[in-house]
């Protein structure tokens, strides 16, 4: 499941990397079923207009959100703990990689960053679940 969100218009550039704006969160979601990793990827970009800021350009944080599965991964195995991490990151990837291709006209600040931090960020997330793995493990 994919959803783009668009937020609120941020003032200036400046305000865009104070506010940490190449954000992303990630939550461990356990539904009844199948838990998993909601990745979202987020990047500011940047569209001429006057009046927006100093400079005349305004800045958008635009978002997507992808769901890495969790259901047939055994966390307490190196090699599934491995394939996890790919999809995080192959999520996240993907996840910046829409935001740029779905606004061609307004340019990503920085595609490597939004990749890097939303893979770092879902990491945490999946390290609290291999160590919640481990602990019903007993390991």
Request: hydrophobic share 45%; aromatic share 2%.
């Amino acid at each position: 499941m994919t959803q783009i969100h668009l937020r609120t218009p941020i003032k200036s550039a400046r305000a865009v990397f104070a506010a940490g704006a190449l954000t992303l969160v990630a939550a461990l979601a356990f539904s009844a079923e199948t838990p998993e990793i909601i990745v979202e990827a987020a990047a500011p970009v940047k569209h001429a207009t006057a009046g927006h800021s100093s400079s005349g350009v305004a800045t958008e944080l635009l978002s997507v959100r992808y769901r890495v599965q969790l259901a047939g991964l055994d966390l307490t195995r190196h090699a599934d703990v491995e394939k996890l991490t790919q999809q995080i990151h192959d999520a996240a990837a993907k996840g910046c990689k829409q935001i740029r291709d779905e606004y061609p006209l307004r340019p990503m600040t920085d595609q490597a960053t939004c990749v890097s931090t939303a893979t770092d960020s879902a990491m945490q997330t999946a390290r609290a679940a291999i160590a919640e793995a481990e602990k019903r493990a007993g390991h």
